[in-house]
């Protein structure tokens, strides 16, 4: 993959943008758009200068012509603040989530021990869609299921904590800017 996006030009020029997308680079979609979307997160949340409007219940800001209540005016700097904290914390969901999509190293975290399997020919077959021909079929087992374990729960609950970050991704997708 090749990416140059240009800076953003002056008034009535379109920003110069080539992309250049190779096969491998589709192979693994997931993986390929996390390593890009990862640091952007990053550096969005390092230099944001606000905050999406669903995080921040305020009124009464500080502005002329905005006429607010005093009690809204001397509440609106701890809801902003407050807002800004769900935002932080939203934004660091999404982080980790393309972090763990990018770098793929918590699966071994769920697999303990060592695994020895086999194949060994079953009693079923089945007809070849192509050929047309009767198949026999193997079955994988397992030399000694003793010696090794997979944590499933602990594996699914790293997926839907992945998911809740991808999740808050698309939610907020049109908010991600600064």
């Given at each position: 993959?090749?990416?140059?996006?240009?800076?953003?030009?002056?008034?009535?020029?379109?920003?110069?943008?080539?992309?250049?997308?190779?096969?491998?680079?589709t192979?693994?979609?997931?993986?390929?758009?996390?390593?890009?979307?990862?640091?952007?997160?990053?550096?969005?949340?390092?230099?944001?200068?606000?905050?999406?409007?669903?995080?921040?219940?305020?009124?009464?800001?500080?502005?002329?012509?905005?006429?607010?209540?005093?009690f809204?005016?001397?509440?609106?700097?701890?809801?902003?603040?407050?807002?800004?904290?769900?935002?932080?914390?939203t934004?660091?969901?999404m982080?980790?989530?393309?972090q763990?999509?990018?770098?793929?190293?918590?699966?071994?975290?769920?697999?303990?021990?060592?695994?020895?399997y086999?194949?060994?020919?079953?009693?079923?077959?089945?007809?070849?869609?192509?050929?047309?021909?009767?198949?026999?079929?193997?079955?994988?087992?397992?030399?000694?299921?003793?010696?090794?374990?997979?944590?499933?729960?602990?594996?699914?609950?790293?997926?839907?904590?992945?998911?809740?970050?991808?999740?808050?991704?698309?939610?907020?997708?049109?908010?991600?800017?600064?």
């Amino acid at each position: 993959m090749k990416i140059n996006i240009g800076k953003y030009p002056s008034k009535g020029v379109r920003r110069k943008i080539n992309v250049q997308i190779d096969r491998f680079d589709t192979w693994s979609t997931d993986h390929t758009l996390a390593t890009i979307i990862y640091p952007a997160l990053i550096q969005l949340k390092q230099t944001k200068q606000g905050i999406p409007s669903d995080f921040v219940d305020v009124g009464g800001e500080e502005y002329s012509t905005q006429q607010s209540f005093d009690f809204y005016m001397e509440s609106h700097d701890e809801a902003w603040e407050e807002g800004a904290k769900r935002w932080d914390e939203t934004l660091d969901k999404m982080i980790w989530a393309f972090q763990q999509v990018a770098f793929e190293d918590y699966g071994d975290k769920y697999h303990h021990g060592k695994s020895d399997y086999d194949w060994v020919k079953s009693d079923k077959t089945y007809p070849n869609p192509i050929t047309g021909k009767v198949e026999d079929t193997f079955q994988m087992v397992d030399k000694n299921p003793d010696e090794h374990w997979y944590d499933a729960e602990g594996h699914q609950l790293h997926e839907d904590r992945i998911q809740e970050g991808l999740d808050l991704f698309g939610k907020y997708f049109r908010a991600l800017w600064d």
